[in-house]
């Protein structure tokens, strides 16, 4: 077994091969299957090495057979011996296959020579076996010792016997598919990580959730596979403690990811159920620590949280997830079918493994789970594509929608400053002009008959002036037309919609809460020119990275909206000033836009109020009268 290893270079170079390998050999003959053998079991550690002449004559050994369950390990057996009767083998070198051996500590005996030895300081069972034999061994023993902790020890799987260039290659590449789809999976997850420095600030988080899981299911197919652990068993606890870790990261960065998908999810369970699997993976890695340093100070401890507890909760949360998988998908969105094929595959078979680990007592080795991580990760891959094809398509869309809407704001500046400028005229000239008016009425009635046409048409004049200066007043004053009820969400998830390509273009985003039932009476156009004024401010106040966060919700027969960033923020006398013509906190504002904002919400029977501090952020909330609304949501 030695020169084993020599050969998994050479493969790896020709690894488009390796299915045709077999095929391409000479002609050779069928290996044969021994399918009897025996198992010893010892209740006590034996003194001295291992050594099958001290057991050879016993009488406690108990056929076993393939295809039927192995003999149960009895309580207090500390290890088992198997063994079986070599049959006629053809000249030549020839080899024994043992496909999987269970144990810690495993030796293999050819009679009393030694053919194979590891001991382990990690927690890894599993073995495979290739013991060199020739024609001259026809009829002679084989024994094989193993000792551990598992409820299962000894020959667990096929015991096949041939040529040995034939059994050596059939060796080298039994484990070899699980080591190549992980590696494949790695390289995936380290071409997606350094893809990240080409990405917008705001879909990198998503972006390395999804690394992080396509990085874990890589590092859990090497590492689990006995293909490590075979050639390179001298590092098998660096494996042990890379599948921990994977296991331990696995959850909380597909919780992470289905957050970014689809929010926190109905009752926000799924930002629950990641805050809460995030510490309890850091409690499961204090735990690995602990067990390092101090060469493993509690094992059993450390098997029932890492293990036991690890594996339920994994059950419980993959279902969950289904769950909301399909309640997406129900309301047939493409992503989330795409997402929920891919994802139900992968779930429900690593389920069936679970469930068949439990029921087993754990004597049960997983492999249906991979196959769901091929189905899982080419469904993220599929949908990552759409995501970015649907991205660019909106990105153009609302950039054509955000520049008809910046010019209809442009228009709405121009007259609001039209309006302020009436207004202040109209104020200044109408009160002399009413002044002057009443003298002239004393005046007129002390006139002469032939003036008093004269008065009576100068006060004509100043009537048709104060009727021209109150159009003024009723121009400057914002009118709410065409009031009707208005679904709070849907109006907010339109501003939404509109703003979203403006903030990721500034490296932020914006968050929606969804909500229900919240209906208020006013003009569509005019709250949407209200709300898009403070969330755009907010967009600005980020100075790049942040975010933008809206929720509503109904207290007290009002709704109430709260908009909040987490940008520069506004100091006390910034505060203060806010809503005055022309003050502005921003080197290019003109203060209008939030001015008119501060009408239409006041017109609308509404009022606002502003929370900031420097350097945190700010926070808008605004307040309406609620009306009714049927249980849909929509207003009536």
């Not at 429900?348 to 997983?366: A, C, Q, R, V, W």
Request: some cysteine.
């Amino acid at each position: 077994m030695k020169d084993v290893p020599k050969y998994i270079l050479l493969l790896l170079m020709i690894l488009p091969l390796t299915s045709l390998w077999g095929a391409s050999a000479h002609a050779q003959a069928a290996p044969a299957v021994i399918s009897d053998w025996q198992v010893l079991w010892e209740f006590e550690d034996g003194e001295g090495d291992v050594n099958p002449a001290s057991i050879r004559s016993r009488s406690q050994w108990i056929d076993a057979k393939k295809g039927m369950a192995s003999p149960p390990r009895p309580d207090g057996a500390v290890s088992s011996w198997n063994r079986f009767t070599l049959p006629k083998l053809p000249p030549g070198q020839s080899a024994v296959l043992i496909e999987r051996v269970k144990g810690q500590d495993v030796s293999a005996f050819l009679e009393e020579l030694p053919l194979y030895e590891v001991k382990r300081n990690f927690v890894y069972m599993n073995h495979t076996l290739l013991l060199p034999v020739t024609g001259e061994d026809a009829g002679k023993t084989v024994y094989i010792w193993s000792k551990g902790t598992d409820t299962a020890l000894g020959i667990q799987g096929d015991i096949v016997l041939g040529e040995y260039e034939h059994m050596r290659g059939v060796f080298i590449k039994k484990d070899l598919e699980d080591f190549i789809l992980g590696g494949s999976l790695l390289f995936i997850a380290a071409v997606m990580t350094v893809c990240c420095l080409f990405l917008p600030r705001h879909t990198v988080p998503s972006w390395l959730a999804l690394c992080v899981v396509i990085f874990a299911f890589g590092a859990l197919l090497i590492a689990y596979s006995p293909f490590l652990y075979t050639f390179y068993g001298d590092l098998g606890s660096v494996w042990v403690t890379l599948f921990d870790t994977a296991l331990f990261a696995i959850m909380p960065a597909m919780f992470f990811y289905f957050e970014k998908i689809y929010g926190p999810g109905p009752y926000r369970i799924i930002r629950y159920g990641r805050r809460f699997q995030m510490g309890y993976s850091g409690l499961c890695l204090i735990l690995l620590i602990v067990q390092l340093v101090g060469t493993h100070p509690f094992p059993q401890l450390y098997y029932l949280f890492t293990v036991k507890i690890l594996g339920i909760l994994i059950i419980l949360e993959l279902s969950l997830l289904i769950g909301i998988t399909i309640l997406y998908a129900s309301k047939r969105n493409k992503d989330a079918y795409i997402f929920s094929f891919g994802f139900g595959i992968m779930a429900l078979l690593t389920l069936g493994d679970l469930i068949s680990f439990y029921m087993k007592d754990s004597n049960y080795e997983f492999y249906l789970w991979k196959w769901g991580v091929i189905a899982l990760v080419v469904s993220l891959i599929v949908m990552l594509g759409r995501k970015f094809v649907r991205s660019h398509q909106q990105v153009l869309e609302y950039s054509r929608e955000l520049e008809l809407f910046n010019n209809e704001l442009q228009r709405s500046e121009k007259m609001e400053i039209i309006s302020e400028l009436a207004a202040s005229v109209a104020h200044e000239v109408r009160n002399p002009l009413q002044v002057t008016r009443g003298f002239m009425q004393l005046l007129s009635q002390s006139a002469k008959p032939e003036e008093k046409e004269y008065f009576a048409l100068a006060l004509k004049e100043m009537d048709r002036a104060s009727g021209i200066i109150t159009d003024f007043l009723t121009f400057a004053k914002p009118q709410v037309e065409q009031i009707v009820p208005l679904n709070v969400y849907e109006e907010l998830k339109h501003v939404t919609g509109i703003l979203l390509p403006l903030a990721n273009l500034a490296g932020g985003t914006i968050e929606l809460e969804e909500a229900e039932d919240l209906c208020i009476t006013g003009n569509s156009s005019k709250l949407k020119q209200a709300m898009i004024n403070i969330v755009k401010n907010g967009i600005e106040a980020l100075d790049g990275e942040g975010t933008v966060r809206i929720w509503a919700y109904a207290q007290s027969n009002e709704v109430i909206i709260h908009i909040q960033d987490d940008g520069v923020g506004m100091d006390a006398l910034e505060l203060s000033r806010l809503g005055e013509p022309y003050f502005s906190n921003k080197s290019k504002g003109t203060g209008l836009g939030l001015m008119v904002t501060y009408r239409i919400i006041k017109s609308m029977n509404g009022t606002i109020h502003f929370n900031s501090r420097k350097g945190v952020g700010t926070e808008a909330i605004i307040r309406f009268p609620a009306c009714a609304s049927n249980h849909q949501g929509n207003p009536t």
